[in-house]
């Protein structure tokens, strides 16, 4: 019987540290896997040398293959382009800085074969992450679970190992803009998560920001959830009851003990506060329809100037 293959998908965003080594550490701690491995490098637009060195590497390895975007379009637009030229039995999807354990790969095997179709892996500690980066993303999970239908779990990283079935449905949903912690849990099948600690990256310097993670978090939040939407009228009709009570409140209060100026500070106020409410929901509208409009222009995902994958 001929050997089942596993694709590795790789984005690599200014990585010219971390692949080589790379490279060797997957090969070397899965030796005993029964799969024939191919890896897929999707260079992200970096601004150092990692095109060459994944060049000098795939002429020094047969089994690697690469995409060369035309420039940064980030991480999740580098793991749609390898998903769509994987053509293993089962695909993983790997951080390039060793930050997801290579030696997993054995353990999420052995799971497929159990039956499991997504074998997914979950960090169980943050401790070597900034307090508030950690907070900021406890609550994230928080928020998104209780308001979407579409479970994400706290932890869970891009690391993940995939039957071929899998691969082939997250392919065929059309949506622009990616998000793809929720599409790998929006498609179903049976999933089943690892837990490891955290493991620091080998070289180089993480490319996430706090302001670029908060803004992934909303996109997120916006994709998978209208909860935001319905807040917005839920708010308005709140305002309006409370309108209503106090408009009879006062027309009693003054047809029983006549009229008396005051409560300026509580007009401005409320003045105040339905203006801001407005223009919260005013925002929250907002980021929906800027959704809707970026994605009827229906643009590519991202260009390759360059790649070495036999069409
Ligand atoms: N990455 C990418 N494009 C980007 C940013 C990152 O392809 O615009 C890649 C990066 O090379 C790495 C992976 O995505 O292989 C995770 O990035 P990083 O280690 O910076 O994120 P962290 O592990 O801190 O979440
Ligand atoms: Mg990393």
Known sequence: ??????????????????????????????????????????NDGSSDQTLDVIKSLSKKHSNIKYISFSRNFGKEAALLAGLRVATGDYVTVMDADLQDP??????????????????????????????????????????????????????????????RQVVDSVLELPEHNRFSKGLFSWVGYDVTYLEYKNVERVAGKTSWSFWGLLHYSIDGIINFSDAPLSLATFIGLISFLISVLMSLFYTLKTLLWGEVVQGFPTLIILILMLGGLQLLSLGIIGKYLSKVFLETKQRPNYFIKEDNIEK
Do not use: C, W
């Open 1 to 42: 019987m001929e050997k089942q293959t596993l694709s590795i998908i790789v984005p690599a965003y200014n990585e010219e540290e971390t692949l080589a080594l790379f490279v060797d550490e997957v090969n070397a701690q899965t030796l005993d896997l029964p799969l024939d491995k191919t890896f897929y490098f999707i």
């Open 102 to 163: 290579p030696h997993m790969l054995n353990e999420m095997y052995a799971k497929i074969l159990e039956g499991y179709d997504i074998v997914g892996t979950r960090r169980i500690s943050r401790k070597d992450e900034p307090f508030i980066r950690s907070l900021f993303a406890k609550t994230f999970y928080k928020i998104i679970n209780k308001i979407s239908s579409t479970q994400m779990v706290d932890g869970a990283r891009d690391y993940r190992l995939m039957t």
